[in-house]
């Protein structure tokens, strides 16, 4: 999540410190909204998981391996 808040911050000029509450508070929202196994999916990819990982995750839930 490092990576994303410092883009935020470098591509909108304000400190990391807003940066961090804005994708905070984006990513919180998505996963309220989002089924419950993508949840996990976007932790994965914060966390350095990556897009492979949710694909992977997609496909559990379309019931694709």
């Known amino acids: 999540m490092d990576e994303l808040i410092k883009l935020v911050s470098e591509k909108t000029g304000i400190s990391e410190e807003r940066a961090k509450v804005a994708v905070e508070t984006v990513v919180g929202y998505l996963k ?3 089924p419950a196994p993508l949840d996990t ?3 994965a990819i ?3 998981g990556g897009l492979e990982d949710l694909a992977k995750g997609l496909g559990g839930i379309l019931g694709k391996k």
């Open 32 to 34: 309220e909204k989002l």
């Open 41 to 43: 999916q976007i932790d």
């Open 46 to 48: 914060l966390g350095g």
